[in-house]
């Protein structure tokens, strides 16, 4: 008898992964970084200082510092954040993990249950929104304005929750440089969000993996530097501030809830060698290197919103990116940028669809989001002309064009 | 309102982790490792190497190899088992996992439901254990002799779970260096252990993760390299070859399965950088530590079985370790590991109880697993002598001693 896999399997296993064919030629999708800008010379450096100096103690899980990741840089990463976000954190209050993709899945395991609702911005992170499905966890769309998640619309989201029997139970949020919005919450905003969550009494997960990005420098405070009764549960990540290769990310939370997160962490810790790189790396040379990547940013940011000016015309609705790598742009009614997807993924440009990246279909269907961290000016041109040409020819949209290749 | 985590939470949250306070004084748990046989510098030189040559792939998520992980690393490891387990492996047959506990919870989470039953050896690994437990599985323990899991023992308990109704789904053995026995099964059970399977029409998972620690060198073809028909999903790991601070274990698979794998495995792939620091390590610098290491823990054992012999005299049974990183130990009857552990713990003695290692109370309760790896032979002395004392004292055993500290 030959083994037949799929019926050894348990009940409804997931689609098999297609076998990795390599990036398509016009790679706007995702959280890639810019490859020129890794400080690949200094994370070696920090690496092997450590190495040679505590190697031996790969010999133990957890090096000497047990669960909660390699206690230098957990003082490192509360150091950041204490310094960038306002934060008043130390090494006792920071959880590393293997990425915030971890982070996310520790923290809606700790807090939800099938059925539970989850209020987060109408616009949001796409492996948010597909870990509350896998879950059976319900989530609830809440406005936006310039200013962030508007506090008024949560309010009455959170009250329409209960109205209707169910149990709204978290705020999750991404207010510094928003995905895929890009929008910065207020400082007074991030009072009012607060105020809503103690009078619902409901926690705040804050997901800050993009903060570093602002172009101009700066940031708000965190939410949880604004909180005064441990409600907020924070995460941050090094993937868009360094690079996504690297897969480590951290939870900053007070002790009941990190102590429980910690509980559910049963990896065996996180990689020593990937904390080591990032180690020695946090400080000074950090800062520096933050500011000469937003600046690269900045630069591929204009340079697709210019290519999207010329392209798309009066056709495409997008604010100019002041921070992160995402563009989130809108299309006339006619498109469907599910399809525009399809299409386009089969001649080698490839996009986030908005329905991956909203609450709402209708709200989705015509938005797109674009990523210009990774390519180059040059292909995010050619990329942007070769979208417009696609999306002309399914859709009739762009009508009008100054693109010879349309003709 | 001040802000009550607890209630927040989901229902039945896991209790609170405790803070970390540091290693005990006598540390004979976990699978903690040789400190001094740690290649900390050859590991510095491989990640530098790589990183300064493609430094710039950490830009994207997976490097330029996609999900599987490095594609380089994965070639070097399916050279390693090919090599040294007489498997036929390759780069697209190899999943890097973020330790073989990632690898343990893909595997579970594709083929097993609440209420299907695992068939195992009746000694074995308590994080398996505790896996399947939470899954809400069902576990079945199978004898071992000196050739390891039983054949026949195996084949009866199958018919015995189907005679209950209830669905045999998977086989789990660790057939080389069995965790906690040490045992090595032998290339004729291993056949035998196939045509069990075959017969059931059930798949196996081999988990090797200790396969390389044979003191006197060489070792049987994995049971995966013996199978013809895609029956088996293979795991190993570089915890217990190098050390367990380094995060990377991983899978070896047919397609079918390993594309499944792949589709489960969401956390935007495996740290760069600790693959990195493996990977031009693979080759025969790694065969060369291997044997080191193989000697380094020969010595250990054998302290620790003298230990054993002075101290607990006629009331220990054991096996002289040949193999691994464990001693599995067999007190009197009288004698509660559970409570040796509770109370040596507070002593600062640290043991693993038999009942998390067994499948069956009463088997589990008088033995207990005893790590020799990382401590220094003078450290295995005193805290067996030391342990021998807590024994006496709680239960009596062992009766006589020529230890000066019990007179």
Sequence with gaps: MSFNAESAMRVNPPAPAQSWKGFP????????????????????????????????????????????GYTPF????????NRRAGMREDANSILVTSGSL????????????????????????????SRLRTRSVEYVGVELDQEGM??????????????????????????????????????????????????HDLPIFEDDCYADLIFAGGRPPAIRALDDDGRVVYCGSFSKSIGPAIRVGFIAADWPILS?????????????????????????????????????????????????????????EFERPKSGIFLWLKLPDAVDTSRLYQVAS??????????????????????????????????????????????????GIPHHSSNTQRQ
Tied chains: 1, 2.
Aim: charged letters at 25%; hydrophobic letters at 40%.
């Design 25 to 68: 030629k016009y790679n706007f999708v995702g959280g890639h970084n810019d490859s020129a800008s890794i400080p690949a010379k200094e994370l070696a450096v920090s690496v092997t200082s450590i190495l040679n100096r505590e190697g031996s103690d790969l010999a133990t899980y957890g090096l000497q510092s047990g669960p909660q």
């Design 74 to 81: 957990r003082e490192a990463i509360a150091s950041m954040l």
């Design 102 to 129: 971890q982070a996310l899945s520790l923290i809606f395991d700790l807090f939800l249950d099938p059925g539970d609702v989850v209020l987060l911005e109408k616009a949001c992170y796409g492996g948010t929104l």
């Design 150 to 199: 508007r506090a008024d619309s949560l309010d009455q989201a959170i009250r329409q929750v209960k109205a209707k029997g169910k149990r709204p139970k978290m705020i999750y949020t991404i207010p510094t440089v928003q995905n895929p919005t890009g929008r910065v919450m207020s400082e007074a905003r991030r009072h009012q969000i607060i105020a809503v969550a103690k009078e």
């Design 260 to 316: 429980r997160l910690l509980a559910l962490k049963t990896d065996g810790g996180t990689g020593a060698i990937e904390q080591m790189a990032l180690s020695e790396y946090l400080g000074e040379k950090f800062d520096a290197h933050v500011d000469s990547l937003n600046k690269t940013l900045k630069t591929k940011a204009e340079a697709m919103a210019d290519a999207i000016d010329e392209h798309f015309g009066a056709s495409a």
């Design 346 to 395: 089969s001649e080698g440009v490839a996009i986030n669809p908005g329905a991956d990246w909203s609450t709402e279909e209708t709200y989705g269907k015509k938005r797109l989001r674009l990523c210009f961290a990774n390519p180059s000016v040059e292909n995010i041109r050619q990329g942007i002309s070769k979208l417009a040409d696609i999306c002309h020819r399914e859709f």
